[in-house]
């Protein structure tokens, strides 16, 4: 080989001359780009999360009286739970869901208990407990405060 003639397992050369200090980063080819979501800023779209945190709230409110709405909301929920992840309303999605899987369970066990009177206990206190949670939790995000999404009560 030639002095001239470059050697293949070489790289090519570079037409930038840089200094000993600076650094050249490969640009990726288009090919090897893959799409990221840009950072998330809470601050955006928090307008538009109160708006659906709320309809959500409405619809566990329905609930009492329609369970379907209820699992409507909960769906809305596990929708937008991921969307919503960094945001303030993060705990209200949790303590929501967490609201209607425990009622749910708690009401299909008072309903098999019924006929043995047990149910005719349980299924008040599952009603009670579904309206607390629902206004308790409803007030905290009126007053944009945090709530625990692991707390009973």
């Known amino acids: 080989m030639s002095s001239h003639e470059p ?3 070489e790289s090519k050369p570079s037409s930038i001359s840089l200094d000993k200090h600076q650094s050249v980063t490969p640009t990726p080819e288009p090919s090897q780009t893959t799409y990221q979501n840009p950072p998330h800023d809470p601050s955006s779209d928090s307008a538009e999360a109160r708006q659906y945190v709320l309809i959500i709230y409405i619809l566990f409110a329905i609930g009492v009286v329609t369970g379907l709405s209820a699992l409507i909301g909960v ?6 739970r991921n969307d ?3 945001t303030v309303y993060a705990d209200h999605i949790t ?4 609201t209607f899987w425990i009622a749910f369970a708690a009401s299909c066990v008072g309903f098999i208990t019924t006929p043995i009177i047990i149910g005719l206990l349980i299924l008040p206190l599952v009603f009670v407990w579904y309206v607390y949670r629902c206004i308790m939790g409803f007030i905290k995000f009126n007053e ?3 709530i625990d999404p692991l707390a009973w009560w």
Request: proline share 11%.
């Open 95 to 98: 303590f929501l869901i967490r």
């Open 84 to 86: 919503l992840e960094s």
């Open 7 to 9: 050697n293949p397992s």
């Open 75 to 80: 769906i809305m929920a596990y929708v937008k």
């Open 144 to 146: 944009r405060k945090p």
